[in-house]
């Protein structure tokens, strides 16, 4: 249950630090602060994670989940490095002078690939739960659930692109834009289908990798 509420935690706080100047660089910084914090209590509720992370064969399924929690640890933590040193005011006493221009660069895009990575991270970890949930609905109810799912990431896809990230990602726009008279509701509802897009890819990565392994099986 900590683990669930610390990980839900994570995910809004990620949603809202995508928000940026439509909440405030003081906010920004406050709720960066905060994702730190609930990194270090993930990551030492998740332990086992580090203890394992050199034991054990690893096949396709292992390896890709591996490659994605460390990309996604060693993004994270460069960006918060990053905002650091961008902070203008919690940690406004720190020494910025040359550095903040690069810094921008790597937050900006960072910020972007950590998104997607969370994404894809989660999906990648929600089978059992896909799994539960399948057995709590009927089949109409599953596959309106499904319809639903496929409908919001198709939508996610449109507003990937519709609010830039592959350029934000790629670094081919240097600076994030925010249309300040549009409702937040909107900017998050985007920002959420975007979510469940990358989830969506991550567990059909996931799915694919398990019936790849399970057709090597011989019957």
């Known amino acids: 249950m900590k683990k669930l509420l610390v990980d839900i935690a994570m995910a809004i706080i990620l949603l809202l630090l995508m928000a940026y100047e439509l909440i405030g660089e003081a906010t920004h910084e406050y ?10 209590v993930h990551h030492v509720l998740n332990r086992t994670w580090h203890t ?3 034991k054990g064969r690893y096949g396709l399924n292992r390896s890709v989940m591996a490659l994605v929690d460390v990309l996604l ?17 919690v940690l406004d006493f720190l020494p910025h002078a ?9 937050h900006l895009a960072l910020a972007y690939w950590s998104f997607a990575l969370m994404g894809l991270h989660v999906g990648l970890h929600m089978r ?6 399948g057995r709590l609905l009927s ?3 599953i596959w309106a659930a499904r319809v639903a799912l496929a409908a919001i990431g198709v939508y996610g896809a449109y ?3 519709s609010r830039q990230l592959p350029g934000y990602m790629l670094l081919q726009i240097q600076f994030a834009f925010f249309d300040f008279e549009e409702p937040l509701i909107f900017f998050f509802a985007d920002y959420l289908a975007i979510m469940v897009l990358f989830m969506l890819a991550g567990y059909g990565l996931n799915r694919g990798m398990t019936a790849k392994r399970r057709a090597k099986i011989p019957s």
């Open 31 to 40: 709720l960066g602060i905060a994702m730190l914090i609930l990194l270090c």
């Open 52 to 54: 394992h992370l050199f």
């Open 73 to 89: 640890f060693v993004m994270l933590i460069a960006q918060m490095v990053s905002g650091i040193m961008m902070a203008r005011h």
């Open 98 to 106: 040359g550095r903040r221009s690069v810094a921008r660069s790597v």
């Open 128 to 133: 059992p739960l896909a799994v539960k949930m």
């Open 139 to 141: 089949g109409k109810r």
């Open 159 to 161: 507003a990937a692109i």
